[in-house]
């Protein structure tokens, strides 16, 4: 690995860098937006048996909560039960806007790592490609010169293109998973305005 560092030299080190934020915001995305921690399939059910069993209290306010960030989004519209239907969607609305602004942190970073990547490895070919053509003499070429500039040149692509496509490809699939459950969230907080209105057969 050293000696692939050294080949391709210093323009290899911000694609290093870039490289292992794509790796920590992956992994970190990856535990965080687990559908059981974000939107628990049961708990609009537990919130309103709770509703039912003890009324709007502070603690099942702060159990629905402080459970989820789904939680967060009922216990907004919760509070704001005894309001009309148009004050309980907005403040729904607004918590659901944090909400989203949340599940989406790190996902603008990840797409541009993945965007920037290539260009990186762009860089690292040009200045290859430099030290190739001042390799040159009207005598002839250094030929280490000219090897080290066309790894230069390779590697910083080659590495550049592996840094990208990953964090394109995950980049995408979480703000698909992010657009999914924002979406879920929101049908069930529409339930629950409902529900609480007595308007839901």
């Known amino acids: 690995m050293i000696a692939l560092i050294e080949a391709a030299g210093w323009p290899i080190w911000p694609l290093i860098i870039a490289s292992i934020l794509s790796l920590a915001i992956i992994f970190e995305r990856a535990y965080t937006l687990r559908?059981?921690?974000?939107?628990?399939?049961?708990?609009?059910?537990?919130?309103?048996?709770?509703?039912?069993?003890?009324?709007?209290?502070?603690?099942?306010?702060?159990?629905?909560a402080d459970g989820s960030p789904l939680g967060r989004i009922l216990a907004a519209g919760i509070r704001n039960s005894n309001s009309s239907r148009e004050v309980m969607k907005e403040?729904?609305?607004?918590?659901?806007?944090?909400?989203?602004?949340?599940?989406?942190?790190?996902?603008?970073?990840?797409?541009?790592?993945?965007?920037?990547a290539p260009l990186l490895g762009l860089l690292g070919t040009v200045i290859g490609m430099v030290e190739i053509f001042g390799s040159q003499t009207p005598t002839g070429g250094n030929p280490a010169v000219l090897a080290h500039g066309i790894s230069v040149a390779l590697y910083n692509t080659t590495f550049g293109l592996m840094v990208a496509i990953p964090s394109m490809i995950f980049y995408r699939y979480f703000r698909?998973?992010?657009?999914?459950?924002?979406?879920?969230?929101e049908q069930q907080a529409l339930s629950l305005v409902e529900l609480l209105h007595g308007e839901c057969k």
């Open 176 to 185: 698909g998973k992010v657009d999914g459950l924002l979406a879920e969230m």
């Open 91 to 116: 403040s729904l609305e607004e918590t659901g806007r944090a909400v989203a602004h949340d599940l989406g942190r790190y996902l603008t970073t990840l797409g541009t790592i993945a965007s920037v």
């Open 35 to 64: 559908r059981n921690q974000i939107a628990p399939i049961s708990l609009l059910e537990q919130t309103l048996t709770a509703l039912r069993k003890e009324g709007v209290t502070g603690n099942v306010l702060r159990a629905v």
